[in-house]
């Protein structure tokens, strides 16, 4: 796999500039620039300074991140929603960039929607992102994030969705904490039905040791420092053939208060072991 970077990591400290000068120091060969961020950086500049970067670069956009909470839309956040992601597959189609992550809605009420709602309603809006984004020439890479505040939890029921939509633009995002918080990697070989070709984007990240219902975004820790298995992750997508971006994703409070290049150099020794 290759080393990427998803600008989570150092979003409080750093900016898009200072990210792609600092990932082509430490040689990743991915980002993954935010949306919001990337908001921010063509308030400075233009489009062309980043096609400019990325033509001169061996560093390589890889996904936009992210596009949230897509299910069970009202008509307003609807508009809001395409609006941010009609901006990301113009900026994307411009710089080359293939992905877009996708993310299932989070909220308390969520545990009340059945099987069959969450099903339909992200076959039906994956649908609809795809068609969409089809004239830009990006897919959509679609995230199960494991906590149960989240509609679509595990990896199983991701695939099931992304099966039932059966287009070639529409895949996965695995992310080894989400899959460590839906039960503790229990499924673990569910990763082994996933067909390769479904396989768009791994978040690399590891965790403190907590109990499922207390274990959050907050507790990321550099790969290797942690509890999730992440050599047998590794294995597994390995002997899938996965050569895509592995990408480091830490959303620790602690981390975004330290000097981004030391996370961006620190993020890049501790992941090299897992690709
Ligand atoms: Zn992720």
């Not at 308030?43 to 909470?69: C, G, M, T, V």
Request: with cysteine; net charge negative.
């Amino acid at each position: 796999m290759k080393l990427g970077f998803n600008e989570a990591t150092c979003m409080k400290r750093s900016t898009v500039e200072q990210d792609l000068a600092l990932c082509e120091k430490y040689g990743y060969e991915y980002i993954e620039l935010r949306l919001d961020m990337l908001k921010d950086y063509l308030s400075r500049h233009k489009i062309s300074d980043l096609q400019n970067f990325f033509k001169s670069s061996a560093l390589k956009p890889y996904a936009f991140n992210s596009i949230e909470d897509i299910n069970f839309c009202n008509t307003s956040q609807w508009e809001k929603l395409t609006e941010l992601f009609r901006f990301g597959c113009e900026v994307a189609q411009a710089i080359g960039n293939p992905y877009i992550v996708v993310v299932p809605t989070m909220g308390d009420d969520m545990s009340c929607r059945t099987h069959d709602e969450i099903f339909s309603d992200s076959v039906n809006v994956l649908n609809h992102l795809a068609d969409m984004a089809k004239p830009y020439e990006v897919k959509l890479a679609f995230e199960p994030i494991g906590d149960k505040r989240w509609c679509v939890r595990s990896l199983a029921q991701a695939l099931e969705i992304v099966t039932a939509v059966n287009r070639h633009d529409v895949g996965l995002v695995l992310d080894s904490i989400n899959l460590y918080m839906y039960n503790k990697l229990e499924d673990i070989d569910t990763i082994d039905l996933v067909p390769a070709e479904k396989i768009f984007v791994y978040h690399i990240d590891d965790c403190e040791d907590l109990e499922l219902g207390v274990l959050d975004h907050c507790h990321r820790l550099y790969p290797g420092d942690g509890v999730i298995p992440l050599l047998s992750i590794t294995e597994k997508l390995h002997k899938k053939g996965y050569e895509g971006s592995c990408s480091v994703e830490l959303f620790r409070p602690e981390y975004w208060k330290e000097e981004p290049e030391d996370v961006i150099k620190t993020a890049a020794q501790k992941t090299r072991k897992f690709l």
